[in-house]
């Protein structure tokens, strides 16, 4: 803002305020400033004007003045507002207030009618007639209520009639349930859970009919059909008896497949039925003994018989044999003549590649089998007797002697004295605690041909020096021997004699933390198999034949492995373990591997050894 506006809102402040020479003094210096401007000009002939009139009034005393026209347009106001409030109160009572009564009577007979219906929706219906009530008294012909109510009474009979329903359903009386859930059905199509309540009972009694009929088709000896029914059931409702249904399956699955084992005449065909039952009710007890025996037995028995028409006779022989064990009555007959044929053609294919040995072994196996007829086996033996050879056996010290075999007596039963252990070759004989026949016996390598051989003192001798004979290299020049070091047994080796050192004195071979005892030379010369408790506990381990390269073969925690025999190519181990539970006779690789039980009785059998 420039001065000459500032002088001028001065000199406009004084007219207003009267101050006519402040006002005249302000605007003399503008237009001293400024001659040519207009509004200081007109301003100062106006304050000039009301000066001179100023000047020209003669001057009297202030008096009091009442602003009469303020007080009667006050007064005018106050009289129109009393008489407007006065009319509109008037008018409030005789037409606003019952028209306001009566809409807050029909919000809430409203707001009655909505909570009713908002309960009804909710399935409260309870409440939602405390509201009707309250809505019908004060409108007993209200057409909404009314009708709500109707449809309230109507979902109160439909209730009554599921909760009875339900009730018999749960108090046993299924079919009286059922019908009323129809009724229902037919009165509110998919109300509540009434088609599935009535898939329920329908499958419920369709359920319980199929057990009812499973138990007489039990009753009545039908087993197949029976257990066709319990699965059904089981299959319709899992839920129902899951331990008797369990219960009465597993026995049927048993006891099927013990009626298909026992049919007479047999039928061989139906076999693989019983090994699938059998199945099936070790699935359902894993652990079962019954179902697993009776498997075994049917498995076995298919696996010989398949090897049987394979004519692979040795791979026969043993299943076969092991039904009989399992279970003599088990296809008796047909077991026994398979067997028998089996020793026979396996005698003979023996005899045609010259070992008569193994042949003889065969057809005495075919003979002690309690047949009727073994004529056949009687005359391949007395047939080869005569062609039984004296057999030369190493002793300790390496030094051979002749050991005669006895010719057998001329009984009209054929039967000769029994062989020198020696005879068997690559056979195994050991000592068994069989409850009808303990002492000595000789088994195959694959479990196969088991021949009770006696428990003589001369049977007894001759397995005593087979013993000492593995001590000894197989050039006879060596020998192993077991001494205590500190209280602690060990092997050690006797060095052939020489000139310098006519009695040379055992080399120490294993300088083990453990016991090492039954020392077995290899038949190749390399290697040395023993027993030591370095590890756990008795494990057979193998060495180098000059004691270096020692390890474990069988470690184990807890388990007894003993008395190692080589066979005679070497390339496998013979010895006894506890590994099972009880004592038996295990075949394994050189290294280790392929362990295989070939006792698989409930004996004790211990100290193997594998004839070379």
Known sequence: ?????????????????????????????????????????????????????????????????????????????????????????????EQLMPNVQAAQVQNRRQALLSQAQAYYVAGNFVMSQQRLTALLQEVPDHQEALDLEAQIEAELALVAKYERAVALQAEGDPLSALELLVQLTVEKPGYRDVATRIASIRKQTQRDDLFREAEVAQQQGDL???????????????????????????????????????????????????????????????????????????????????????????????????????????????????????????????????????????????????????????????????????TLTPSPTATPTLTLTPRPPALPTGVPTPRPLNAYHNMIVFSSDHEDQPGYWVVAPDGTQRTYLGRSGATRREFEELKSQQAFSPDGKWQLVVQDVNRVAQIFVIDPPTTQFPNPQPRQLTKMGGLCYDPAWSPD??????????????????????????????????????????????????????????NQIYVMDDQGRNARNISNNEYNEYDPIWVR
């Not at 000459?4 to 809102?9: A, H, N, P, S, V």
């Not at 370095?534 to 470690?555: E, K, Y």
């Open 1 to 93: 803002m420039d001065r000459q506006e500032e002088q001028l809102m001065q000199a406009r402040q004084a007219f207003q305020e009267g101050k006519w020479k402040a006002a005249l003094s302000v605007l003399h210096d503008i237009l001293q400033d400024d001659p040519a401007c207009e509004e200081a000009r007109d301003l100062l002939a106006e304050v000039e004007f009301r000066n001179r009139l100023d000047r020209k009034r003669p001057a009297r005393a202030r008096q009091f003045i009442i602003p009469w026209g303020r007080i009667g347009l006050v007064v005018g106001i106050a009289v129109f507002l009393i008489l407007a409030l006065s009319l509109g109160v008037r008018l409030y009572r």
């Open 525 to 582: 010369g390399g290697r040395i198999v023993f027993v030591s408790q370095a590890g756990q506990s008795d494990d057979i381990w193998v060495m180098n034949a000059d004691g270096t390269s020692a390890r474990n073969l069988t470690a184990n925690a807890w388990q007894w492995d003993k008395h190692p025999s080589w066979s005679p190519d070497s390339s496998r181990i013979v010895f006894w373990s506890n590994r099972d539970g009880r």
């Open 224 to 390: 197949v059909r029976a257990l066709d029914l319990y699965q059904q059931v089981q299959y319709l409702d899992a839920s129902f008896s899951p331990e008797l249904l369990r219960e009465r399956i597993y026995q049927l699955h048993i006891d099927i497949a013990n009626e298909l084992m026992a049919r007479q005449p047999p039928e061989p065909s139906r076999l693989p039925d019983a090994q699938r039952h059998f199945q099936q009710a070790l699935v359902l007890r894993p652990r079962d003994a019954v179902a697993a025996a009776g498997k075994e037995v049917v498995d076995t028995f298919l696996e010989g018989r398949a090897r049987f028409d394979e004519g692979q006779w040795s791979e026969a022989i043993r299943p076969l044999r092991r039904v009989f064990e399992l279970r003599p009555s088990f296809f008796r007959t047909a077991v026994l003549d398979m067997l028998y044929q089996a020793y026979v053609s396996m005698g003979d294919a023996y005899l045609n590649s010259g070992d008569v040995g193994m042949a003889y072994a065969a057809y005495m196996d075919a003979n002690g089998l309690p047949l009727n007829d073994t004529a056949l086996a009687e005359k391949r033996i007395v047939d080869i007797v005569p062609f039984l050879t004296p």
